[in-house]
């Protein structure tokens, strides 16, 4: 009889692997803007850490909390102020809870072909493993192997790669002086500020951040993940849906960003990373979450210098790995041939320009294939 201990033991160790497939989302974004945008660790941190809580608590599964990214890049570039974020992040928060109280998210989900959605994914998960491949080659002599690494411990039953791999990546840092340790690390008690936007910040948030993000978190963070939860959970479809995601999401930012969080969301991308190193449950979120909150009470000036310890190209590895997951999905190998172009046509337009412009080209050439195939049914049944 197996020992309850071992058990539970086991189960903690497989989660905590878990909570770290996402970390090449959230350390590259996350540090940068504390460090580059000035945003103040405290609010960012316990942001992440709240809602990450939350979320497994609520859903029970492995399911990721990122940064907005096309809000992220903006913040990256300087061009936003904190009162700006927080108002971006309110006015997104406004717009997926008006979305998930009409009901009208889950009526898009429901008309977007299955052509269209396979194509979503593959598009996205190349997108992963690009940025993946980009993080790797900076320092390339930790990327590659930190890669070989993964793939190996990943077929091995139990074992919690990810953080293995990071570890020794760190390690290697270290002795190579690619990354160096803290001067100091002291407990510094931190705690978030309220962040009121003006009118003019409000504006000047929607023209170039808010905009030009909804369309990603309609699609990958809610459309996406849905989709994708149900074929990796399909006991737990009816939690994660459509209108539950944008509900979490849209709540969490009307009530993290007055304090200084980042504009948050769900993802496809880090459920598959989180799912492909061992995660199978909402205890994975719980521990990111729990310790992203310790950093941000105790350690929230030293945080970026913590982080900085895991060198970015082992980070690029995890991305990869997801990617190559994610963009290979069993969606992907069900689709008929004739299907195959319309996924090619939707996957190279998120890639080239965005997710949203792949929804809209996979549309149009969903109804143009199914056209063509009503038409040939119809001559051979003439015929």
Known sequence: ????????????????????????????????????????PSGVLSGFGLFL??????YGLP???QPMKAISAVILTGRLRPGEVAAAGIMIGLVLVTL???GWIGRLARVIPQSVSAGLQLGLGLLMGMLGLKLMLETPWIGFPALAALIVLGRIPRCPAAPLVLAAAALAGWMTAGTALPAEVTMTPSVPHLVIPTWAEVGHSFEIAV???????????????AALARELFPEAASVASERNLALSSGLANLLLCPFGAMPMCHGAGGLQAQYRFGARTGSAPIIFGAALLV???AFADRAAALFALIPISAVGALLIIAGTDLAVSRRLFD??????????????????????????LGWVGEVIRAAIVRRLLAQSRNS
Do not use: K, Y
């Open 1 to 40: 009889m197996p020992d309850p201990a071992a058990r539970d033991e086991h189960f903690l160790i497989q989660e905590a692997s878990g909570a770290c497939g996402d970390l090449g989302t959230f350390i590259p974004h996350v540090t940068g803007a504390i460090t580059v945008a000035g945003l103040a």
């Open 53 to 58: 809580i939350a979320t497994g608590l609520f």
């Open 63 to 65: 399911l990721p909390v």
């Open 100 to 102: 998930a109280a009409t």
């Open 211 to 225: 905009l030009p993000q909804l369309s990603l978190t309609m699609t990958n963070a809610v459309i996406v993940t």
């Open 295 to 297: 950093l941000a009470i």
């Open 335 to 360: 689709g008929r041939p004739s299907c195959w172009w319309v996924i090619g046509i939707t996957a190279f337009a998120t890639v080239l320009i965005n997710p949203a412009l792949g929804l809209l």
